[in-house]
């Protein structure tokens, strides 16, 4: 559950290429990664940056639901992982790729289908922390991170509170 969110952090484009390259940073010295399993939806696009940097032309997606926006509820599978990557996972050349940890709920699942992979997110919050192996930045469990693909340009009241 994240009703309890306070901050904000909204991400944007740059922002969110930048810190998915530093991943792939991080990542290029645990590999080598035969397959990248982007968790989707969010996690299929710093999965895309992370294959690019690496050079890795095997991606795989899986489909988890858990948030109806901000509320989360029971874990669905909606696509499972192919037959071929579970094999895959044997070898520990599994990179499974989403875009934050929040709960950890969305990672326990995908890692119970994996158990050999390696975990990155880009971001984490502490719950979920211990859950991944790689990832750029930490952001208190009561901030709401802001995805660039769900965000538009808006005008801001000053913080003054004024009108102008
Ligand atoms: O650690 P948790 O508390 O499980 O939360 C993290 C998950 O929540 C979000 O996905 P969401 O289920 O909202 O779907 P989406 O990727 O399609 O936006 C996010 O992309 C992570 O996958
Ligand atoms: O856009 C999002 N921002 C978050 O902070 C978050 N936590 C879980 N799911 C999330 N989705
Ligand atoms: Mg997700």
Same mark, same amino acid.
């Given at each position: ?10 991400? !944007? *484009? ?9 991943? @792939? *940073? ?15 939806? /969010? ?5 895309? #940056?992370?294959?690019?940097? %690496?050079?890795?032309?095997? =991606?795989?997606?899986? @489909? ?13 599978? %909606? ?5 071929? #990557? $579970? ?9 499974? =790729?989403?875009?934050?940890?929040? !709960? /950890?709920?969305?990672?326990? @699942? =995908?890692?119970?289908?994996? &158990? ?7 971001? @984490? ?5 211990? $859950?991944?192996?790689?990832?750029? !930045? ?5 901030? *709401? #991170?802001?995805? &660039? *693909? ?12 004024? !009108?102008?």
């Amino acid at each position: 559950m994240n009703q309890s969110a306070q901050k904000n952090f909204p991400v !944007t *484009w740059d922002q969110f290429h930048r810190d998915s390259r530093a991943l @792939a *940073w991080r990542l290029q010295g645990l590999g080598p990664f035969d397959a990248v399993v982007a968790i989707a939806r /969010g996690g299929l696009v710093p999965a895309t #940056i992370v294959a690019r940097e %690496l050079n890795i032309r095997v =991606v795989e997606s899986v @489909a988890v639901k858990s948030y109806d926006h901000k509320n989360q509820g029971e874990i669905r599978v %909606l696509k499972a992982v192919s037959p071929e #990557i $579970l094999e895959k996972d044997r070898t520990g050349r599994v990179l499974i =790729v989403d875009d934050l940890v929040d !709960t /950890g709920n969305t990672a326990r @699942a =995908v890692r119970e289908m994996l &158990p050999n992979a390696h975990f990155a997110t880009v971001y @984490a919050k502490p719950k979920g922390r211990d $859950l991944v192996d790689s990832f750029i !930045t930490e952001v208190s469990q009561d901030t *709401w #991170i802001f995805f &660039p *693909w769900d965000l538009d340009v808006a005008y801001v009241p000053p913080i003054s509170g004024g !009108t102008d």
